[in-house]
């Protein structure tokens, strides 16, 4: 049996994010880049460009754009942050919420 532990379950999924579970956070960074890119490359941008919530002016005021009128490209937010939050275990989800 190896000395060293990954921080995750053997094998990989192309259905759920990797597990991080506190440790080695190098390795899972690259291992969760990965899988968010083989689902949508626009994903990985939203984490790379942080969050924003889209605009839109109206009668000359600028006012966020409701969550119906999003496009495709500004929900891969959304998409990122579960993607990010089902990847953590209950401690490391509460460190980040």
Do not use: C
Not at 10 to 33: D, E, Q, R, T
Not at 43 to 58: K, L, Y
Not at 65 to 73: A, F, L, R
């Amino acid at each position: 049996m190896s000395k060293f532990k990954l921080p995750f379950a053997k094998g990989a999924s192309i259905n759920s994010p990797p597990m991080f579970g506190g440790v080695n956070y190098a390795f899972w960074k690259i291992i969760m880049k990965i899988f968010m890119e083989s689902i949508d490359m626009g994903i990985w941008d939203a984490v790379v460009n942080g969050h924003f919530v889209p605009v839109q002016t109206v009668k000359d005021e600028i006012v966020k754009k409701p969550w119906s009128e999003w496009n495709d490209s500004e929900k891969k937010n959304a998409q990122a942050k579960n993607i990010i939050t089902s990847a953590l275990n209950m401690d490391e989800f509460f460190r980040v919420t």
